[in-house]
């Protein structure tokens, strides 16, 4: 029977985390554009429900409805599979993001952690999937026949490819200090108070991290493969209907899974900021944290330009790319000689 | 019944896995499309890393992904896309003493692999660090890799920075 029970717990946990995720992508959307209104001196959208709260829902129910178009000259299979990559990418990667600490349900003995799988790898694993998500945008751009999608899609994985290697490098830090790549032990070594969280430790490598994280999921100001000034929208100019939707989706998944990620490294994932407030559930702590990275991801969208391309290229290889290793090089030569 | 639940679980995944690992590293030489091929290696990539999760070695099948089907793969179809496949697709070169060769190398490496599958060979002895230690504890292989195997790992970096300044040198423009 626990066989059973560990099953029914998993797809629990499983369709919970989905559905919270979608639901949380639907209404990234509408605060997305709410907040750039607000910074831009204008209402943003306002016509469906209170405040605009059901533009998520009219958006979903036009793209549904739109015409489904394939380019005449699209390579067809991997048209249509490149946003299928996206999404799945960046759904999967929360699979091993613990978002909270465990509870027993009332009146057994049976324990549910928060987290979908509990893994000795869980951070590579979160970088493996990542990489494997670069291949729907890049091949979206490819598959779609137009000379703006290729251009997109090229940008795409030069510019992926070099600050991948920036991010691996941001958070060794955090992994000599905490001796361990399970995202949960990660987690526990910052219990006690925002004292103990990583980001006092690590402060450049986090800021490292968040730089690396925005070219890696595409935001402004590196938002290159899309570029619509230059690109017409770059590697999904050819996407229409549901398609378009998935990569919209996948764009703002792959947003809160790398604020989730930057929460659980340096801001002490679920844990309470001060001692005194352990009564709160650890699952609000973590949303709030998340959600304020992700006020921070669109305020600076608001903000800043885009880039050029050969700066962000510069930028990633001459800049950071050093940066971090000094970063490691610094965190090591500390953690020796305190023994 | 829950051991035996367990154990038909991973024989179906293993069953699953093998079969489109095999038939995808088969699609990858046939396809005319190289994207296509290289997806086709993402994949058989991916389920040979499915396979190493399914010997208790999670770590090498998580490096398996990030490096080959994640880095590798990416960088080949980057170079795929940036040649021109229509001129490539339209004539249609046939390359007949490739294939006489190739082929004559894959019969002699299946016979290689069937014979040390099937040949018992000695299996050494065994030292501080087992597979087993290996297999699931990244701390074991960086232990390994920076102490009784530093001298290779420096060699191999040596290696790879000379071809990084050498690839630099070769495409910069002569002036």
């Not at chain 1, 994932?269 to 407030?277: C, S, Y």
């Not at chain 2, 179809?77 to 697709?89: A, G, K, N, W």
């Not at chain 2, 190739?102 to 692999?113: E, H, K, N, S």
Request: with cysteine; charged share 10%.
């Amino acid at each position: 029977m626990q066989v059973v029970y560990l099953l029914i717990e998993t797809i629990v946990k499983c369709v919970v985390v989905f559905a919270c995720l979608m639901l949380s992508v639907a209404y990234l959307t509408w605060l997305e554009r709410k907040v750039l209104g607000h910074i831009q001196i204008r209402f943003g959208p306002n016509r469906c429900g209170p405040f605009g709260l059901l533009q998520p829902f009219s958006d979903g129910i036009k793209a549904f409805f739109k015409e489904d178009l394939v380019p005449g000259n699209a390579d067809k299979a991997v048209f249509v599979i490149a946003p299928m990559i996206s999404i799945i990418a960046a759904i999967s990667m929360f699979a091993v993001i613990p978002f909270g600490n465990q509870f027993t349900i009332p009146g057994t003995d049976w324990v549910v952690k928060l987290r979908i799988a509990d893994i000795d790898i869980g951070l590579l694993y979160v970088f493996g999937i990542a990489s494997l998500g670069e291949f729907g945008i890049v091949l979206g751009g490819w598959s779609s026949g137009n000379k703006y999608g290729l251009t997109g899609s090229l940008r795409a994985a030069a510019q992926m490819i070099s600050y991948e290697v920036a991010l691996g490098l941001s958070i060794v830090g955090v992994i000599i200090l905490s001796q361990s790549l399970r995202l949960t032990e990660i987690v526990t070594l910052q219990a006690g108070g925002f004292w103990n969280w990583n980001i006092l430790y690590q402060p450049a490598a986090f800021v490292f991290f968040i730089i690396c994280a925005l070219a890696e999921i595409n935001r402004t100001p590196f938002d290159m493969p899309e570029s619509e000034s230059e690109l017409a929208c770059g590697f999904n100019i050819e996407y229409s209907s549901m398609k378009f939707a998935l990569f919209f989706m996948a764009e703002y998944a792959h947003m809160i899974t790398v604020a989730a990620v930057a929460v659980t490294l340096f801001l002490g994932g679920w844990q309470a900021p001060l001692p005194q407030l352990d009564f709160i559930p650890g699952v609000f702590w973590f949303g709030a944290k998340v959600f304020v990275l992700i006020f921070f991801f669109i305020w600076q969208r608001g903000t800043f330009p885009r880039l050029r391309y050969d700066q962000i290229m510069k930028f990633g290889w001459k800049v950071l790319f050093e940066l971090t290793l000094v970063n490691i090089f610094i965190t090591a030569l500390v953690v020796l000689l305190k023994g | 019944m829950a051991e035996n639940f367990g154990i038909l679980f991973q024989w179906l995944i293993f069953l699953g896995v093998a079969f489109v690992s095999i038939v995808a590293s088969l699609l990858v030489i046939t396809r005319k499309n190289p994207i296509h091929s290289a997806l086709f290696m993402v994949l058989t990539l991916l389920c040979v890393a499915v396979l190493y999760v399914l010997l208790h070695s999670p770590f090498i099948a998580i490096i398996q992904v990030i490096v080959y089907a994640g880095a590798i793969v990416m960088l080949i179809v980057f170079v795929i896309m940036l040649l021109d496949l229509e001129t490539e697709l339209r004539s249609k070169l046939k390359i007949v003493y490739s294939k006489v060769i190739g082929g004559f190398l894959a019969v002699l490496f299946l016979f290689g692999i069937l014979y040390t599958v099937v040949a018992k060979f000695p299996t050494g002895q065994t030292g501080s660090y087992t597979p087993e230690k290996m297999a699931t504890n990244v701390k074991a292989v960086g232990e390994a890799l920076f102490t009784d195997y530093v001298f290779p790992f420096e060699i191999a970096a040596i290696l790879l920075t000379v071809a990084i300044i050498g690839a630099v040198i070769l495409s910069k423009k002569r002036t």
